[in-house]
């Protein structure tokens, strides 16, 4: 009867592990078995206890059916939390925080374009004396325009926040406990999780880390959910862009009254006159289209009022795979 293969030791269940790390999935059977390869060898290699907290996103493909069989082959450092919905990244990211038990929280994608061997040196940044780690992806595998749109968005946030992040699409990102606490005692309904620590942390800082391509899939970033975030971004954290569309309604109220003068004058002077028609249709098209904007921009703060007024539910859990924490016996 041939020997059976050896069983790699399984750790024991940690009451308190040094690091967590979250990770939301949606639709990402084609990479998972790479990430788990990869993951869970490096976090071996850290020597301490682990824990790693997979968030599904309503995915739609087999990543539960992954995600479940993970867990039973390594129950004691993982858990997963599944969503019955699709309800946004940053949404799978808090309810994993709430769920983080860890002295330190890593976030990490799930597509293996941050690598999982930079965890060592984000953990180490935090025993340096930060509170908050963010990262910058060097070479980035990205196409022109992602890069070019996001350095124009980057541009943007830092004009009209005091948040100042080199990378805001990488989320690779180190928390201390303290400032996971701090996260989870917001209640907001659409948030930018980096921004919001940054906003609270005491001591943060970056470090360089390496970009990879994607391992497998495409992204769930759409051209339209890329200015949806930075809208959520920019009137979240800043009320700037009211008030610089209030100073340009001031300059153009002042314009059209100077113009108005200057025609007045014109048609005492000059008499009446039809040449000018079409240059009065073009400035108030644009007039138009200023104030259009503006709605447009009140409307964004107006219904993110109202999102947080209706004190809905920001997810729902249809259910967690988790081990039990061990008895005070068993830890004797």
Known sequence: MPAMPAVPAVPAAPSSPAVSVVIPV???????PALFARLYAVL?????PYEIIFVNDGSRDRSTQ?????FRLRPQVTRVVLFNG???Q???LMAGFSRVRGAIAITLDADLQNPPE??????AAIRAGHDYV????RQRHDTAFRRIASRAMNALRERITRIHMTDQGCMLRAYDRALVDTLNACREMNTFIPALAYTFAASPTEIDVAHEERHAGESKYSFY???RLNFDLVTGFSTVPLQWFSVTGTVLSLCSAALFLLLLVRRFVWGAEVEGVFTLFALQFFLIGILLFGVGLLGEYVGRIQQEVRQRPRWRISAVLEALPPTPTELS
Not at 26 to 32: A, G, I, M, S
Not at 44 to 48: S, T, Y
Not at 134 to 137: A, D, H, K, P
């Open 118 to 123: 930079e965890i060592p040196r984000l953990v």
């Open 225 to 227: 959910k890329l200015i």
């Open 26 to 32: 949606y639709n990402e059977e084609d990479v998972l």
């Open 134 to 137: 963010g990262t910058v992806r």
């Open 90 to 92: 940053h949404m799978a």
């Open 86 to 88: 699709n309800f946004g």
């Open 66 to 70: 992954l995600l479940s069989a993970q």
């Open 44 to 48: 071996d290699g850290l020597g301490e």
